[in-house]
T-cell receptor
Framework: GQQLNQSPQSMFIQEGEDVSMNCTSS?????WLWYKQEPGEGPVLLIA?????ELTSNGRLTAQFGITRKDSFLNISASIPSDVGIYFC????????????FGKGTLLTVNP | EPEVTQTPSHQVTQMGQEVILRCVPI?????FYWYRQILGQKVEFLVS????????KSEIFDDQFSVERPDGSNFTLKIRSTKLEDSAMYFC?????????????FGEGSRLTVL
């Protein structure tokens, strides 16, 4: 099946720092999604990307859909303690069933 | 804001017992999904459901699993005879009919512990 390689696995940063994480795949995806998961909760959609090369922002979050359609990155600027959580990329390869393939996640810890 | 709700939030069961996990998708959504997340691992697709039938399932979704939409609001996942390796967080998700995107909305999950 399709696999997404997400890195880094974890990050420990100081409040105020910028963060960058990315996902790569050997397969092409038509849509890239970034989710955040907090303890005991389900994934919450942060950003959705629909076109190769697209750069989209949501507040302090910026994500890009790679031009080859095989990668995406997520940047968080000026991190704050509530940014703590696990960030997952997810790819959608098309078809009518919208089956998402998830990356393994990046655990973000922000020290105040 | 409309949301996907799941019950129970946590269920502990003995190996071999049947378990039913329940979900109430967002009311005007027509596509429904179950995903699973084993502790510390990534979220994995189990099954998608549309128009009262399974549209796709993964290799994880074997004969022990079944899904049902018994009425107009609930969407259930049944595990007939639980195994230790079924212990995981199970997430229900739904998607709107008119959406051409992959924007799935997830519930908060049901944690299943099989002893």
């Amino acid at each position: 099946g399709q696999q997404l390689n997400q890195s880094p696995q974890s990050m420990f940063i100081q409040e105020g720092e910028d963060v960058s994480m990315n996902c790569t795949s050997s397969s092409i995806f038509n849509t890239w999604l970034w989710y955040k998961q907090e303890p005991g909760e389900g994934p919450v959609l942060l950003i959705a990307l629909y076109k190769a090369g697209e750069l989209t922002s949501n507040g302090r979050l910026t994500a890009q859909f790679g031009i080859t359609r095989k990668d995406s990155f997520l940047n968080i600027s000026a991190s704050i303690p509530s940014d703590v959580g696990i960030y997952f990329c997810a790819g959608l390869s098309g078809g009518s069933n919208y089956k998402l393939t998830f990356g393994k996640g990046t655990l973000l810890t922000v020290n105040p | 804001e409309p949301e996907v709700t799941q019950t129970p939030s946590h269920q502990v069961t003995q190996m071999g017992q049947e378990v039913i996990l329940r979900c109430v998708p967002i009311s005007n959504h027509l596509y429904f999904y179950w995903y699973r997340q084993i502790l510390g691992q990534k979220v994995e697709f189990l099954v998608s459901f549309y128009n009262n039938e399974i549209s796709e399932k993964s290799e994880i979704f074997d004969d022990q699993f079944s899904v049902e939409r018994p009425d107009g609001s609930n969407f259930t996942l049944k595990i007939r005879s639980t195994k230790l390796e079924d212990s995981a967080m199970y997430f229900c998700a739904s998607r709107g009919a008119g959406s051409s995107t992959g924007e799935l909305f997830f519930g908060e999950g049901s944690r299943l512990t099989v002893l």
